[in-house]
Nanobody, 123 residues
């Protein structure tokens, strides 16, 4: 298993950008697909984005497609979520997650979760 820690959350104005980072421990990081989820107050946690172990394949929720981009640096055991054109509906706690594949992540087959980082978008 990998241990995950997110960073980069904060307060941003609508229309602005943030980049979230997720640091992973463990020597098998590249074996994992990585995902991003979010949970807004009073709502269930929802899928945001996923990236394959090699970084060649990505998948996004319709609500963020074209605005968010996930990338990874396997040499540094890092995964990133670049978030552009943020709006109030993006306000949530964002979680990094590791799974065996993008398909597994999409059905909530998660091996490890990070503790989350708060993103607040002011309108």
């Amino acid at each position: 298993q990998v241990q995950l820690v997110e960073s980069g959350g904060g307060l941003v104005q609508a229309g602005g950008s943030l980049r979230l980072s997720c640091a992973a421990s463990g020597r098998t990081f590249s074996n994992y697909a990585m995902g991003w989820f979010r949970q807004a107050p009073g709502k269930e946690r929802e899928f945001v984005a996923a990236i394959s172990g090699t970084g060649r394949n990505t998948w996004y929720a319709d609500s963020v497609k074209g605005r968010f981009t996930s990338s990874r640096d396997n040499a540094r055991n890092m995964v990133y979520l670049q978030m552009n054109s943020l709006n109030a509906e993006d306000t949530a706690v964002y979680y990094c997650a590791a799974g065996r594949s993008i398909a597994t992540i999409l059905i909530n087959g998660i091996d490890s979760w990070g503790p989350g980082t708060q993103v607040t978008v002011s309108s």
